[in-house]
């Protein structure tokens, strides 16, 4: 099934980065999403370039993202993409509460957080809108869009999993970066695909990243 089949209004997928660890989710999210000739509405607050900084050695510009340095970023062990000279990503600030993104108005594909910090999870769970990323996940759930959070941190608090529990029964996935290893896991890249596979499988996005299950050689 092709792209155009599961998103035939080319809607966009808007993609946010908030200040939890797990930035090579998000570029490998990033890189996938501009493979399958996806658009993209990227938004990334302070805290994320932060964590992209220290985690990927990438300086990225709060007010200035440069979208070639996360696309062109080779995550270890992960199969180099041939990016399309056509990239259609579209970078909004995290502040910017006038963007497409936070009115309903504006029809998507879906949205997603990678990674969705405790603090960004908090703010979805309560409906404060502080940001246009806490405003676009607002705006999905009333909307009734999908909505991924990808959760990374553990051990988790009383609070985190009543947060989780809320964004859930509101219509949002809360999806933690919590990779298998069924799939003959042989890099790290391995377990970053796992994710972003699980990811574009909740945006009915077609995706070959990893072998599913039942799918692939016989264990007999």
Known sequence: MTNERKNPQNRSVVL?????????????????????AIPVQLTISDA????????????????????DQLLEYQVPGCPALKLPSLRQVQVYHYK???????????????????????????????????????R?????????????????????????IDNMQRVTAAGAVVLPASPGWYH??????????????????????DNQLIERWGEGASDA
């Open 16 to 36: 946010a980065i908030s200040g939890a660890s797990g930035a090579v989710y998000s570029v490998r999210m990033l890189q996938q999403l501009v493979v399958s």
């Open 48 to 67: 994320g370039c932060q964590v992209i900084k220290q985690e990927l050695g990438l300086a990225i510009d709060v007010d200035n993202p440069s979208v």
């Open 96 to 134: 910017d509460l006038m963007s497409p993104i936070a009115s309903g108005s504006h029809r998507t594909y879906g949205m997603v957080i990678c990674p969705c910090s405790g603090a960004t999870l908090g703010s979805i769970a309560t409906g404060i809108s502080g940001n246009l990323i806490h």
């Open 136 to 160: 676009g996940a607002e705006v999905h759930l009333k909307e009734r869009r999908k909505l991924v959070l990808v959760t990374r941190e553990t051990p988790l608090s009383p609070i985190a």
């Open 184 to 205: 003959g896991v042989q890099s790290l890249g391995d377990l970053v695909d796992f994710i972003v596979a699980r990811i574009l499988d909740q945006l009915e996005i």
